[in-house]
């Protein structure tokens, strides 16, 4: 039973704790998928390569409006794919084969299995080759194992296969029909891919809108846009999947009643949950929410003194930027026990890389109110800046909520081209203070570019 200094359960933000101040430490990483966890291999770094390639499939479909009559003559989905398998795939393989050879990595053991807890820091690991189990214990663990997909109790799934974010880019064939179970930003991101790369897609909710975790201004745009672009089918309760001599259908009930949707493969975008059941955390006294996220403190630490967790498995944002942000503070705190720093989590934006895309930072309207919160509200449409003329967008707008006596930003809300980077000038100012009046007339904003919806936004806001 090999006792370790450290043990860090996962190689996605985790791999990264390891810097040379853990060099003289005996430490032992234990993986048991591909290393680089969950956005190099199956999450946001492929996703957004396809999503790329989405967007350039996509632009003949709106080129005349400009005066450019475009075709799209085909779209080659294997080389879509190897493209960007054969620069990740290297990638992951790399970073494995660093911890386990390089010189720098001497005192690092790696374990490519599956582990669990039984009992207080002890993990036993399980190895899919057939070699016998390997129970490790240590004084300090990071748990950075990450989440998985969440399949529905749909009658009939299993039975007749699916397809999850973690399997759908490795299709060998682009299907002609899709059928995407779920509403949110998964779902909205492969919907507008495999559209753009000419697939008809059915997109089967059972709410009454699309990416409803937005403020609801950005969702009922969103939710129209997306009507007008794919087969729609909101409020629908899944019966059951079945197999058809041409592919799989859907049996739904609606609000008008039974019906049913056949495609060629279904996508299954109903959310991701944390693996802390198949680590067995509690076995080692781990708590975790009814979610199954894992419970930490603002350190990052669990509930037993030297065992920290991060990412996906503790915090349900879902987010590489914030698993990055926690993994440094975990470090800091491993190599600093006497003085710990915080993790901030006050201003986390987040993006949905479909068409238009959608950004967000702070609080909804809906969660203003709830709050209780003092707050005005302003807008400014894409269409009433001249770069917005000069790409034709009539849809697209900026939201923001602000306190009407400080000025202080309370929330942004975007949808519309380049959302992801046009945000970002409204988080900076978040994070360091800076009020909506100093924003808008402290500084030059370029002229004619898309900055100017941030200005002519906060502009329009109704301050005292």
Known sequence: MPHYDLVIIGTGSGNSILG????????ALVEKGVFGGTCLNVGCIPTKMFVHAADVAATPSASSRFGVDEELKAVRWRDIRDRIFGRIDPIADGGAEYRKLHEDNRNVDVYQGEGRFTGVKELRVSFADGRPDEVLTADRFVLAAGGRPVIP??????????????TIMRLDDLPQRIVVLGGGYIA???????????????????????????????????????TQRFDVRLERKTLRARRTDTGVALDLEGPHGAETVEADLILVAT??????????????????????????DDYQETAVD??????????????KHVANHEARVVQHNLAHPDDRIKADHRFVPHAVFTSPQVAAVGLTERQAVA??????????????IAY????????????????????QLLGAHIIGPQASTVIQPLIQAMSFGLDARQ?????????????ELIENALLNLPLD
């Open 20 to 27: 040379p101040e853990f060099a003289d430490l005996r430490t």
């Open 153 to 166: 109790d749909v009658p009939g799934l299993a039975e007749t296969g699916y397809y999850t974010s973690d």
């Open 188 to 226: 909205a991101e492969f919907a507008h891919v495999f559209a753009s790369f000419g697939v008809a897609v059915t997109v089967v909710n059972r709410s009454g809108a699309l990416l409803r975790q937005e403020d609801e201004d950005i969702s009922a745009r969103y939710t129209e846009l997306a």
């Open 271 to 296: 959310g991701r949950t944390p693996n802390s059941d198949l680590l067995d955390v509690a076995a080692t006294g781990v708590t975790t929410t009814e979610t199954g996220h894992v419970i930490v």
């Open 306 to 319: 030297g065992i920290y967790a991060l990412g996906d498995l503790s915090s349900p944002l879902e987010l």
């Open 371 to 384: 709050r209780g919160l003092s707050y005005v509200v302003s807008k400014q449409d894409y269409a009433g």
């Open 388 to 407: 917005g003329w000069a790409m034709e967008d009539t849809t697209g707008f900026a939201k923001l909520l602000a306190d009407p006596s400080t000025g």
């Open 439 to 451: 924003m808008a007339r402290g500084q030059y904003w370029i002229h004619p570019a898309m900055p």
